[in-house]
């Protein structure tokens, strides 16, 4: 199962293109990194830096285009992620039947990272 983000020896990542802040890279005991995305989940196993970074890069903001979905009182909900900080993200419920993404913006949840209650819906079980 993969770790979250350790707090030792973990630095953030920026993309060199553009300076944008996508993801964390945790250096091991050994000398290999392991990348981590903005919610602290582990990406991929022990990679040389380079490729560590390029897989960062690569999974850039994009991961937050898709659906997500966030356990709350027993239910799965759809939401739309609002804004992420090191140590939490906030989430708005996704409008209903918007034709485009929307969001509600009126109420959102705060979410302490890492957490196990945000889902992609393709990692759903039974989708």
Do not use: C
């Not at 964390?24 to 991929?44: E, K, N, S, V």
């Not at 939401?79 to 409008?95: N, T």
């Amino acid at each position: 199962m993969p770790q979250h983000l350790p707090p030792e020896n973990t630095f953030d990542h920026r993309r060199s293109l553009d300076g944008e802040h996508v993801g964390y890279i945790h250096m091991t005991a050994d000398g290999a990194f392991i990348p981590y995305d903005l919610l602290h989940r582990q990406q991929a196993e022990a990679l040389e830096l380079d490729e560590a970074e390029n897989l960062l890069d690569d999974l850039g903001l994009a991961m937050f285009v898709e659906d997500w979905w966030l356990d709350l009182d027993g239910d799965r909900v759809p939401v739309l992620i609002q804004e992420v900080r090191r140590d939490r993200v906030s989430v708005a419920f996704a409008a209903a039947g918007a034709i485009a993404k929307a969001a509600d913006m009126t109420s959102s949840i705060e979410v302490l990272l890492p957490t196990d209650r945000l889902h992609q819906t393709a990692a759903k079980e039974g989708s």
